[in-house]
């Protein structure tokens, strides 16, 4: 039970009820370290709002009693911004948004649907499909990830390449402010370009501007037949001219990734499973979607740009087979120790050179180290994951965004910058981009209630 003279508790209490008011270090455990097992902090309390009221006064408590405010879905966040800062100076407050997990109805005219921050991925999809719709999103933590944090961190995953990232399917969203104000603009029209558009500046930022109560999504139509492929090929190169091919031929392509030997040896070890394809440096897994079976279109393709050999997979079971296998990437790595996980943009014009060139930047400042790598071909996006350096040592992280930087790439692609990457913001944005983000900040919430060290250096 929280102190009864803490007027920061009196304050959470009143705001979200006692029985949503965690300061047992048992019950709060959960919350203060991330899925990689990297970050990690104490929080002073986590409390758990039902309600867009409630997270209202919830964020006027902490803002009043200076506690620092860490929004948290579903705590899937690779770079530490959903979980207390180790160095925290300020008392904080873990929000969790969870318990707003309600999904409206379906409005088929608009293809939209209200959903509340706290529903997961897993449950829009199934919402969706229902109604004869899709998500038009999907990655492996789709059970647990939330639409709050989904939105906040313009998360992207597999099917990016046809559909776009969050960012494509936020047709508008409630959010509390820094101050406990509420801004919400949910009438789904496509066309409303009255002003500045909040909801658009809240995408992507991290828990630092704004709490996200709700979101007001897009949906895809859904296309039910579905053919999977798993490619090996000799080099990055061959990857990159395959999807030159497959863009213009193959209009019904949704996910090209990729893995490389080195992961899918890992994965193997780790599931206990035999490789379903011949050895080879590179994989490409490549997903087509349609009303009518895309598998001869598929295979028209691929033989159009000259490949022999190829696992097809047209039925749930054999997809899903083969999707695991990209998929138990981060799964397979997390068993292995604790990774820096570094999830870059580079433009396909410089792929091959760049994950050449990772292992021998990483080996010059962390020897004994080994590099992972796999991500979303299509996109250009690197997940580079380095097992067997230290997890406070930061040179790792620095070599692979400089490197990233240096081949004109980005240094965060769809995992967010978090706390894990804001002193290397300067390396892909420029001084005035950076003091305009800051001017924002400081115009939205000048005491830094939300979300402090998150994003900004
Ligand atoms: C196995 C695995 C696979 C993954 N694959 C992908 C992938 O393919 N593509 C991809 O993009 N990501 C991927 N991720 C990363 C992660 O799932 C996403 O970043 C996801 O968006 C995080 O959602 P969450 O609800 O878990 O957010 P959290 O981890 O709880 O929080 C993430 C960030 O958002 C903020 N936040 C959370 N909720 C809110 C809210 N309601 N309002 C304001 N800010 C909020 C937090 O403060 C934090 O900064 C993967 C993660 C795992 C574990």
Not at 244 to 256: F, H, K, Q, Y
Not at 302 to 328: F, K, N, Q, Y
């Amino acid at each position: 039970v929280p102190d009864p003279t803490d007027p920061l508790a009196a304050g959470l209490r009143a705001a979200v009820g006692d029985a949503h008011v965690l300061a047992d270090p048992e019950l709060r455990a959960g919350y203060e370290t991330d899925w990689t097992g990297r970050f990690t902090g104490t929080a002073r309390f986590v409390v758990r709002p039902a309600d867009t009221a409630e997270v209202a006064a919830a964020v006027r408590a902490c803002a009043a009693h200076g506690a620092a405010v860490i929004p948290q879905g579903g705590n899937t966040g690779m770079v530490g911004g959903g979980v207390p800062r180790p160095d925290g100076a300020r008392p904080q407050v873990v929000l969790s948004l969870t318990r707003l997990d309600a999904l409206g109805a379906v409005d088929p005219v608009t293809a939209q649907v209200d959903a509340g921050a706290g529903a997961t991925l897993a449950a829009l999809q199934a919402h969706a499909a229902a109604a004869g719709l899709d998500a038009g999103l999907d990655f492996g933590a789709r059970d647990s990830a939330t639409l709050g944090g989904i939105v906040a961190a313009d998360a992207g995953g597999a099917r990016a390449l046809r559909h776009g990232t969050a960012r494509a399917h936020v047709a508008g969203l409630e959010a509390v402010l820094a101050d406990g104000a509420v801004v919400s603009r949910r009438n789904g029209l496509l066309k409303d370009n009255a002003g500045y558009d909040v909801p658009a500046l809240l995408v992507g930022s991290e828990g630092t501007l704004g709490v996200v109560t709700a979101v007001r999504w897009r949906l895809v139509p859904r296309l039910p037949a579905r053919v999977a492929a798993l490619v090996p090929l000799p080099s990055v190169e061959r990857a990159v001219a395959l999807l030159g091919v497959l863009r213009s031929r193959l209009p019904a392509l949704e996910a090209a990734d990729f893995f490389l030997a080195a992961g899918l040896q890992l994965l193997l070890e780790h599931q206990r499973i035999a490789a379903p394809v011949a050895a080879a440096p590179v994989y490409v897994l490549l997903e087509c979607a349609d009303r009518a079976d895309p598998t001869a279109e598929l295979a028209g393709a691929l033989e159009a740009a000259g490949i022999e050999d190829a696992v097809v997979a047209d039925d749930t079971a054999s997809r899903e087979r083969l999707w695991r296998l990209r998929e138990g990437h981060a799964e397979a790595i997390a068993a292995a120790g604790v990774p820096h996980k570094l999830d870059v943009g580079v433009p396909a014009a410089r792929l091959a050179e760049f994950l050449a060139r990772v292992p021998e930047t990483v080996a010059a400042v962390a020897p004994r180290a080994r590099t992972i790598l796999f991500g979303h071909l299509g996109d250009g996006n690197v997940h580079v994951n380095v097992l067997g350096a230290e997890p406070g040592d930061d040179r790792v992280d620095e070599a692979v965004l400089r490197l990233a930087a240096d081949v004109g790439g980005t240094i965060s692609a769809e995992h967010g910058v978090g706390i894990a990457k804001a002193r290397w913001l300067g390396l892909v944005r420029g001084e005035a981009e950076i003091a305009a983000m800051a001017a924002v900040k400081r115009a939205l919430d000048p005491a830094a209630v939300l979300n402090p060290g998150v994003l900004l250096p």
